[in-house]
């Protein structure tokens, strides 16, 4: 666990280690209702108690890691969505690996001639209407563009189909719209993507791990009983998108569970006193519980991930541009990529 906060559990406990910075502890408390004031648990009388280690081999070599695209090395990015929380993240861990941020970036009608400043450079905000003249004239000047989409779910599908139009490789990390037409979309337009609604690489590679054990055990959890409990942000209103692909996985492996039942707390008040969201990270964060109990209640898993701040999405969306970049030179076959494509390319910075 780092010290700044951010929590990935790579060990799965029959019994909850009693440690001062994890959240949702308790050692004496059945769980407490909602709305309770105290600490979280999911925990009763385990008697037993032993350590589970999850462990992936990577079985390729790593020649090609000194064929990576070496930061900043004739990459410019174009960040849609830059007067946001996470596009301002993302020119910040940009700037901080050597890529070039180019001053210009797309955003709505309301914010267009804004001028957004991060990291000392100066980026002018274009509205809706003269996109297509300005993306096309930015690639021109800056031939190795990538750009990168952090903006809303109703934009995905038109802003894919104008960096298709223009033929931009682009990174995408914003979730929604159709996504049924957006790799449709890609995959005519023979553009370059990496697509992914999770960009945090540690996370990501949590959820390769469940598959994996989803699909190598499946039925291994059978008759076992589920809690999820998730905390972001007030301003995310729906369960999130890693929540439900992790409890998918714990479908496949015999649990029985739906999706409604996944706890959602939004209030700042209660996810500092009972989650333990740090106070300065109430309006960015991703706390995600699950509880699993036996059928006669003697032994308990636990899988808990929590993020504070925007810094991994960040710099997982900069190790994505420096390997669709790599891609793009190297001119590769396959055009669209995920997150897991990214990590298995093992040049992570």
């Keep these: 666990m780092a010290a700044n906060g951010l929590m990935t559990a790579s060990n799965v406990f029959l019994h909850r280690p009693v440690h001062p910075q994890f959240s949702f502890s308790s050692r004496t408390s059945q769980m407490a209702p909602l709305g309770v004031k105290g600490r979280v648990s999911f925990i009763g009388d385990v008697k037993r108690c032993s350590t589970v280690v999850l462990s992936m081999a990577k079985s390729e070599t790593f020649e090609e890691a000194g064929k990576s695209i070496a930061p900043g090395n004739g990459i410019s990015i174009m960040v849609n969505g830059c007067s946001g929380k996470m596009g301002k993240a993302v020119i910040k861990a940009a700037d901080s690996?050597?890529?070039?941020?180019?001053?210009?970036?797309?955003?709505?009608?309301?914010?267009?001639?804004?001028?957004?400043?991060?990291?000392?450079?100066?980026?002018?905000?274009?509205?809706?209407?003269?996109?297509?003249?300005?993306?096309?004239?930015?690639?021109?000047?800056?031939?190795?563009?990538?750009?990168?989409?952090?903006?809303?779910?109703?934009?995905?599908?038109?802003?894919?189909?104008?960096?298709?139009?223009?033929?931009?490789?682009?990174?995408?990390?914003?979730?929604?719209?159709?996504?049924?037409?957006?790799?449709?979309?890609?995959?005519?337009?023979?553009?370059?993507?990496?697509?992914?609604?999770?960009?945090?690489?540690?996370?990501?590679?949590?959820?390769?791990?469940?598959?994996?054990?989803?699909?190598?055990?499946?039925?291994?959890?059978?008759?076992?009983?589920?809690?999820?409990?998730?905390?972001?942000?007030?301003?995310?209103?729906?369960?999130?998108?890693?929540?439900?692909?992790?409890?998918?996985?714990?479908?496949?492996?015999?649990?029985?569970?739906?999706?409604?039942?996944?706890?959602?707390?939004?209030?700042?008040?209660?996810?500092?006193?009972?989650?333990?969201?740090?106070?300065?990270?109430?309006?960015?964060?991703?706390?995600?519980?699950?509880?699993?109990?036996?059928?006669?209640?003697?032994?308990?898993?636990?899988?808990q991930h929590n993020v504070c701040g925007r810094s991994i999405y960040a710099e997982g969306t900069v190790d994505a541009v420096l390997f669709l970049a790599k891609k793009i030179r190297s001119k590769a076959e396959k055009w669209i990529y995920n997150m897991i494509d990214v990590l298995r390319e093992g040049n992570m910075r």
């Design 97 to 303: 690996a050597g890529v070039k941020i180019v001053p210009t970036s797309f955003g709505s009608a309301e914010e267009a001639g804004q001028r957004v400043e991060v990291c000392g450079k100066e980026i002018l905000v274009h509205g809706p209407t003269e996109r297509e003249k300005v993306l096309s004239s930015v690639f021109e000047k800056y031939p190795e563009l990538i750009v990168v989409d952090y903006t809303i779910p109703s934009a995905v599908n038109d802003n894919a189909e104008l960096y298709g139009k223009v033929g931009v490789p682009f990174v995408m990390g914003t979730t929604g719209g159709d996504r049924t037409r957006l790799y449709k979309t890609v995959e005519e337009s023979k553009i370059y993507a990496v697509i992914s609604p999770q960009m945090g690489k540690q996370v990501v590679a949590f959820l390769a791990a469940m598959e994996i054990m989803s699909e190598q055990f499946p039925g291994a959890f059978a008759g076992y009983s589920l809690e999820v409990m998730e905390s972001h942000q007030a301003s995310k209103l729906d369960a999130s998108g890693t929540a439900k692909a992790v409890i998918s996985c714990f479908q496949k492996l015999g649990v029985s569970y739906d999706m409604d039942q996944i706890q959602l707390i939004r209030d700042p008040k209660q996810q500092i006193e009972v989650v333990g969201v740090p106070e300065e990270h109430v309006l960015g964060h991703a706390f995600h519980l699950y509880h699993l109990t036996s059928p006669d209640k003697t032994v308990s898993f636990e899988f």
